[in-house]
T-cell receptor
Framework: DTGVSQNPRHKITKRGQNVTFRCDPISEHNRLYWYRQTLGQGPEFLTY????????KSRLLSDRFSAERPKGSFSTLEIQRTEQGDSAMYLC??????????????FGQGTRLTVV | AQKITQTQPGMFVQEKEAVTLDCTYDTSDQSYGLFWYKQPSSGEMIFLIY??????QNATEGRYSLNFQKARKSANLVISASQLGDSAMYFC????????????FGKGTTLSVSS
């Protein structure tokens, strides 16, 4: 296992189209996070899963955004009816949570979305 | 609600000098963890150092140390002997101990190291 993998690395789409991103976490990790990062800003939390359960969603996650982690392994993030404001880097991270806060999150290299 | 504040948008330092990147946090929890990540221009987020709220000693990892002052709610990152490769964005982040919480980041500090 070489780490968190995200696909695609880059995506250019026309406004109004739907896009889907995939994240493959480190295999033994039970937590998977999605973040959005715009230029010069810190990552903004979108949602996270523990195994297949989606435990928390940010209010940033509008109804056009949906995330799944059907078998507790890989996850997908779908954006419907994309808008130019959705242009950002979408980061996925995973960690092994065992009841302690000492859970370093490992990040993928991100998917850069450009909506034209 | 949790909040991470990084007040230095940019810092400049010469090679071999030490630099301190500031981070303050706000939480009502007693148990939490504090992290620092580095993000080079290539975009990947690299974990640097972790401090638990109950850890009595400041965390150290090689040239990185975390100056943890619990009463002041600060968790500053100290980089000793800066190197050109340290030029990057640095993010402070926090996680609460309770289940159902996520890692929350500050806005970051850009560090530029010159020769």
């Amino acid at each position: 296992d070489t780490g968190v993998s995200q696909n695609p690395r880059h995506k250019i789409t026309k406004r109004g189209q739907n896009v889907t991103f995939r994240c493959d976490p480190i295999s033994e990790h039970n937590r998977l996070y999605w973040y959005r990062q715009t230029l010069g800003q810190g990552p903004e939390f979108l949602t996270y899963f523990q195994n297949e359960a989606q435990l928390e969603k940010s209010r940033l996650l509008s109804d056009r955004f949906s995330a799944e982690r059907p078998k507790g392994s890989f996850s997908t993030l779908e954006i419907q009816r994309t808008e130019q404001g959705d242009s950002a880097m979408y980061l996925c991270a995973s960690s092994l949570y065992g009841g302690s806060v000492n859970t370093e999150a490992f990040f993928g290299q991100g998917t850069r979305l450009t909506v034209v | 609600a949790q909040k991470i504040t990084q007040t230095q948008p940019g810092m400049f330092v010469q090679e071999k000098e030490a630099v301190t990147l500031d981070c303050t946090y706000d939480t009502s929890d007693q148990s939490y963890g504090l992290f620092w990540y580095k993000q080079p221009s290539s975009g990947e987020m690299i974990f640097l150092i972790y401090q638990g709220s109950y850890d009595e000693q400041n965390a150290t990892e090689g040239r990185y140390s975390l100056n943890f002052q619990k009463a002041r709610k600060s968790a500053n990152l100290v980089i000793s002997a800066s190197q050109l490769g340290d030029s990057a964005m640095y993010f402070c982040a926090m996680i609460r101990s309770q289940a159902g919480t996520a890692l929350i980041f500050g806005k970051g500090t850009t560090l530029s190291v010159s020769s």
